[in-house]
């Protein structure tokens, strides 16, 4: 690998907020790897957002057309936290939580192959602690972002096809279209 920028080296406090604060937005891979993993139906898993609780741009491919309004599908939450959040503030399905749980809280920015710059992800403030121990493995993290990308790719095309398809179907619709 090429030389990496630097980069903040941080370690997960273990907080939650990450767990709680933001709406997480999941690709039909995410969801596929959280049925096999837990079992669980996918209605129990997702729930479909509208805009006003969600700032991303209406072009990101995140949007799905549905016949009364625009919707994202995002993971469950269970009050105010992720179902898979435990008492204890860990993640009940962590070997198999969506790419953006396994990314944050960074963010990595490419320039066309070469990785530009490694930074905090803004959504959210983190609480994480600098540290140079028991920090993320920055390799591991460039797979996953990369991994993500290319989900996310396959993900919005699938959303794309079914909003170019005029097909105004419903959530259990989408959810068969996109193989879920």
Known sequence: MSTLPKYPKVKCARCGDCCRIPVVPVTHKDVARLIKHTGLPVSSL???CPSSEMEFDENSGLWIK???SRRAMVLRKRGERCI????ERACSAYEARPQTCRTFPY???FDGKKIEEITLNEVMKCNAIKSSKG???IDILIANVKKEDREDREYHK???RWNLSDSGGN???FLKFAGL
């Open 107 to 109: 963010s990595v920015e």
């Open 158 to 160: 699938i959303v794309e």
């Open 135 to 137: 920090c993320i493995d």
């Open 84 to 87: 898979f959040q435990t008492p």
């Open 66 to 68: 549905f016949k009364s």
């Open 46 to 48: 997702v729930r479909f």
């Open 171 to 173: 959530v259990k619709d």
